[in-house]
Antibody, heavy 121, light 110 residues
Framework: EVQLVESGGGLVQPGGSLRLSCAAS????????MSWVRQAPGRGLEWVSS????????YYADSVKGRLTISRDNSKNMLYLQMNSLRAEDTAVYYC??????????????WGQGTLVTVSS | QSALTQPPSASGSPGQSVTISCTGT?????????VSWYQQHPGKAPKLMIY???KRPSGVPDRFSGSKSGNTASLTVSGLQAEDEADYYC??????????FGGGTKLTVL
């Protein structure tokens, strides 16, 4: 059974850093593209970042480029999102999502339960 | 990376059909046959309902169907049921391993 479990969210001050983790089970993350998708309170979904299967190329939305870094540890079957220089507008629930293929085409067939990141002083 | 355009709300009575549109550009919806639709109930994670414009994952009722014409994709829910009341989001591949979501549509079953 495929499962994705996020952790690492919390309250952080503007300009601060946070690292989100996503523990995957039931499949091998290096065989699929993996993504982070966020949802600000009361707002819609926003694709944030993806990492391709096999070759591990990374991709980012313009709104987070240069501040957020996606990575994975194949030996632990874990996905990460390092978040630096955080802003109030980064406040959201962050979902870890598995794509249905090795490249990120927006077909997210499994999602985690989400972890809330709040950026506030 | 502008969001796709969806109507903020849609509604229908039980048993009726409702269609939700999703308008993009030739750089996303119109340029690729990779439009997906997600259902999200309050406080829950999104669920994949349609992918590659018309395909349904295993377990999704055939009351849900998708289509596309030009830069606009559509999700049709036939035979509306109370449990279909939720937020629906479209997503399109936009090239270079990027994708873009629509703003979401709140479906109300009257």
């Amino acid at each position: 059974e495929v499962q994705l479990v996020e952790s690492g969210g919390g309250l952080v001050q503007p300009g601060g850093s946070l690292r989100l983790s996503c523990a995957a089970s039931g499949f091998t993350i290096s065989s699929y593209a993996m993504s982070w998708v966020r949802q600000a309170p009361g707002r819609g979904l926003e694709w944030v970042s993806s990492i391709r299967g096999i070759i591990a190329s990374t991709y980012y939305a313009d709104s987070v480029k240069g501040r957020l870094t996606i990575s994975r540890d194949n030996s632990k079957n874990m996905l990460y999102l390092q978040m630096n220089s955080l802003r109030a507008e980064d406040t959201a629930v962050y979902y870890c999502a598995k794509d249905s293929s090795g490249w990120s085409q927006g077909v997210f067939d499994y999602w985690g339960q989400g972890t809330l990141v709040t950026v506030s002083s | 990376q502008s969001a796709l355009t969806q109507p903020p709300s849609a509604s229908g009575s039980p048993g009726q059909s409702v269609t939700i549109s999703c308008t993009g550009t030739s750089s996303d919806v119109g340029g690729f046959n990779s439009v997906s639709w997600y259902q999200q109930h309050p406080g829950k994670a999104p669920k994949l309902m349609i992918y590659e414009v018309t395909k349904r994952p295993s377990g999704v009722p055939d009351r849900f169907s998708g289509s596309k014409s030009g830069n606009t994709a559509s999700l049709t829910v036939s035979g509306l049921q109370a449990e279909d009341e939720a937020d629906y989001y479209c997503n399109s591949y936009a090239g270079n391993n990027n994708s873009v979501f629509g703003g979401g549509t709140k479906l109300t079953v009257l």
